[in-house]
C-alpha cells in the first residue's frame, strides 16, 4: 500500500515535469517560430538605416573631395561623369570601391584609402560608394561620359 501511493505520487510528479517540459518546447518553438518572423524585418529596417547612414557619409565627402573634378552632382568636368548610366550599370559595388580606394595609377585619380596612401577608412570609401549608387535610378544616358579623359 505505501509502495503503491509512492508510485503514485512518483507518476504524479514525473506528470508534473512532463507538463513542463512540454509548456517549455511550445514556447520555444513559438518563440523561434516569432524570431524567424520578425527578424528579417528587423535586419531590413537596421540595413536600410545603415545605408541611409552611408550615404549620408558619402554625400558629405563627396563634396569635399571629389565635386571639384567630378562635378557638384556628378556630371563630369576634370574626371568622366559618374552620375550616367553607363558608368553605374558597368562598375558593380565592389569595383567602385575598388577605384576609388586604389584610384587610377598614372592620372588624376588618386588613392583614396588610407592603405593606399590617401586620406578616407575604407567605411567612408562604403559611404561614398553608396552614395555613387543612391544616383543609379535616376542617372541620365550619356555616352559621352568618359569625354574627359583619353
Ligand atoms: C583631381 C581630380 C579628381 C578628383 C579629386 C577625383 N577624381 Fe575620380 N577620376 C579623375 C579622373 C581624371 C578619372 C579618370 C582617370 C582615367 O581613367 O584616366 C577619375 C576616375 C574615377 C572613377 C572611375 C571611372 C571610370 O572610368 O570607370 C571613379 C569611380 C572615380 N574617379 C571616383 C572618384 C571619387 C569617389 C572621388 C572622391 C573621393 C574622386 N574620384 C576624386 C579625377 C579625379
Known amino acids: 500500500m505505501t509502495y503503491r501511493s509512492n508510485d503514485e505520487s512518483l507518476e504524479r510528479s514525473t506528470d508534473k515535469w512532463m507538463i513542463w517540459g512540454l509548456v517549455f518546447m511550445i514556447v520555444l518553438i513559438v518563440g523561434f517560430v516569432a524570431y524567424l518572423w520578425f527578424e528579417p524585418a528587423g535586419r531590413a529596417d537596421a540595413l536600410e538605416a545603415h545605408e541611409a547612414g552611408l550615404t549620408e557619409l558619402g554625400t558629405e565627402l563627396y563634396e569635399l573631395n571629389c565635386a571639384s573634378c567630378h562635378g557638384a552632382d556628378g ?3 576634370i574626371g568622366p561623369a559618374l552620375n550616367s548610366q553607363e558608368f553605374l550599370t558597368a562598375a558593380d559595388d565592389a569595383q567602385i570601391k575598388a577605384l576609388i580606394s586604389v584610384g ?11 592603405d593606399f596612401g590617401g586620406p578616407l577608412t575604407a567605411e567612408e570609401v562604403d559611404g561614398l560608394a553608396t552614395y555613387l549608387r543612391s544616383w543609379e535610378e535616376e542617372a541620365p544616358e550619356n555616352p559621352e561620359w ?3 579623359c583619353p
Open 146 to 148: 568618359r569625354a574627359c
Open 75 to 77: 556630371e563630369g568636368g
Open 104 to 114: 587610377i595609377p598614372g592620372s588624376l585619380m588618386s588613392p583614396y584609402l588610407l
